[in-house]
């Protein structure tokens, strides 16, 4: 069975700085793995997604995420944060049978 | 597309009282989802359909709640008879026929039982 860990619950981080949100996951086979932010009070959106190929994959927001195999790892960076950014971002793999397990989520919050 | 619609986005209810919660996915998807989300579990799978068809249902608290997806465009959650502790989020998503596709969420349900 796969299964997701995102090791850090809460991160802050002051407006203009890096940010890097960690993810790990299991899963026996090759994995599809996906990034998602939920804003305050929305439903989450899909940031970006890995299925194969360049282990470095771009996204929505000016968000990527790299593929570490050998690590079981997809960590998610962002060069500078802005304030907007400020949410609950989910981690996921994807199943064979359609359904995709979630991390417990890490919150993001934004210093100005 | 208008995305996943889920109604009501808000509902208040009495201790006893049923529940119905519905929603329309994106035409052309296969799969959709029930989640449930509170701060204290976090976001938990309830059941999945793969064309209409229940797949998973292990995620289904109780035998208080129950799902249909009676044709291509719509699911419904049903909670006989609610509890307080059935307070939280209800999101619907859906995707498509892989399962690489990401999934698209609706705005979500709050419903809070007193």
């Known amino acids: 069975a796969q299964s997701v860990t995102q090791p850090d619950i809460h991160i802050t981080v002051s407006e203009g700085a890096s940010l890097e949100l960690r993810c790990n996951y299991s899963?026996?086979?090759?994995?599809?793995l996906f990034w998602y932010v939920q804003s305050p009070g929305q439903g989450l959106q899909l940031l970006l997604k890995?299925?194969?190929?360049?282990?470095l994959v771009q996204g929505i927001k000016g968000f990527e995420a790299e593929f570490k195999r050998s690590q079981s790892s997809f960590n998610l960076r962002k060069p500078s944060v802005h304030w907007s950014d400020a949410a609950e971002y989910f981690c996921?793999?994807?199943?064979?049978?359609?359904?995709?397990?979630f991390g417990d989520g890490t919150t993001l919050t934004v210093k100005p | 597309d208008a995305g996943v619609i889920q109604s009501p986005r808000h509902e208040v209810t009495e201790m006893g009282q049923e529940v119905t919660l519905r929603c329309k996915p994106i035409?052309?998807?296969?799969?959709l989802f029930w989640y449930r989300q509170t701060m204290m579990r976090g976001l938990e799978l309830l059941i999945y359909f793969n064309n209409n068809v229940p797949i998973d249902d292990s995620g289904m608290p109780e035998d208080r709640f129950s799902a249909k997806m009676p044709n291509a465009s719509f699911s419904t959650l049903k909670i006989q008879p609610s509890e307080p502790r059935d307070s939280a989020v209800y999101f619907c998503?859906?995707?498509?026929?892989?399962?690489?596709?990401?999934?698209?969420f609706g705005p979500g349900t709050r419903l809070t039982v007193l």
């Open positions: 890995y299925f194969s190929g360049d282990t």
């Open positions: 998503a859906s995707s498509g026929r892989a399962s690489y596709n990401e999934q698209f």
């Open positions: 899963y026996g086979a090759t994995p599809y």
């Open positions: 996921a793999v994807g199943a064979d049978a359609g359904k995709s397990t």
């Open positions: 035409s052309g998807h296969d799969y």
